[in-house]
Nanobody, 124 residues
């Protein structure tokens, strides 16, 4: 019953915005580090952003810094990724993830739970 379910992906024109949501089921997100990953066609999976359960600061990949923002709403058991000024290079399947470890641990060891992914396509 432990699940992460992403939504909010779709087709958007360059310069547009999307807000991805990830709802946790079967566990309480409050106690978990949350993160977003993406995998573009022909490329390796990359970390996009991460936020610890007690972090004051989020961790943002250089490729999306200034454009993407991670946030969470523990009351809704949901993590978000606000994506602005989208570029064709952002086209990928986006995955949310959760882990008991810190953001560096998530990067090194991988998360405990993965969502199924949501497709984001940026194209004119």
């Amino acid at each position: 019953q432990v699940q992460l379910v992403e939504s909010g992906g779709g087709l958007v024109q360059p310069g547009g915005s999307l807000r991805l949501s990830c709802v946790a089921s079967g566990f309480t997100l409050d106690y978990y580090t949350v993160a977003w990953f993406r995998q573009a066609p022909g490329k390796e999976r990359e970390g996009v952003s991460c936020m610890g359960s007690s972090d004051n600061n989020a961790y943002i990949a250089d490729s999306v810094k200034g454009r993407f923002t991670i946030s969470r709403d523990n009351a809704k058991n949901t993590v978000y990724l606000q994506m602005n000024d989208l570029k064709p290079e952002d086209t990928a399947v986006y995955y949310c993830a959760a882990a008991k470890g810190s953001c560096p641990s998530v990067a090194n060891m991988g998360p405990d739970f993965w969502g199924q992914g949501t497709q984001v396509t940026v194209s004119s």
